[in-house]
């Protein structure tokens, strides 16, 4: 049973070097966009408490606001695991990629411009990755 230990770890030497860059490139965009949105949750907050909305959108606003963060986030550690799958990444990297074009897609329904183009980045990067592999 001592190799049993060495067939179950994988390498990440197994996954080309543009596989890897394109995936490390988008969680990491996918993170700095979670970090920059979540950034913003004290001020967002208090522009809503300050408004005429009704109290139950002041109580749940901050938890909605996060739940963005927190997707972005998800995402980019499901687009991480992909780095030591043996199989099934390529199909994990097709929903990551369709979920942030959704995403992408809300962002610019709300005028979000700047952060709609950086999700359409990330989500090319793990497409991108995807055929790399």
């Given at each position: ?102 995403s992408a897609f809300a962002a610019f329904y709300l005028g979000a411009l700047i ?19």
């Amino acid at each position: 049973m001592e190799g049993s230990g060495s067939r179950s770890s994988i390498s990440l030497s197994s996954k080309s070097r543009s596989f890897r860059f394109f995936v490390i490139l988008g969680c990491l965009l996918l993170t700095l966009m979670a970090v920059f949105h979540g950034s913003g949750l004290k001020f967002v907050t208090a522009s809503v408490v300050e408004s005429n909305s009704e109290d139950f959108i002041k109580d749940i606003f901050p938890v909605l606001f996060l739940h963005t963060s927190m997707h972005l986030l998800g995402l980019a550690v499901f687009g991480l695991s992909t780095l030591w799958m043996r199989e099934g990444h390529n199909t994990v990297l097709v929903i990551i990629s369709s979920l942030i074009a959704v995403s992408a897609f809300a962002a610019f329904y709300l005028g979000a411009l700047i952060p709609g183009i950086l999700l359409l980045t990330a989500g090319f990067c793990f497409l991108i990755a995807r055929y790399r592999s």
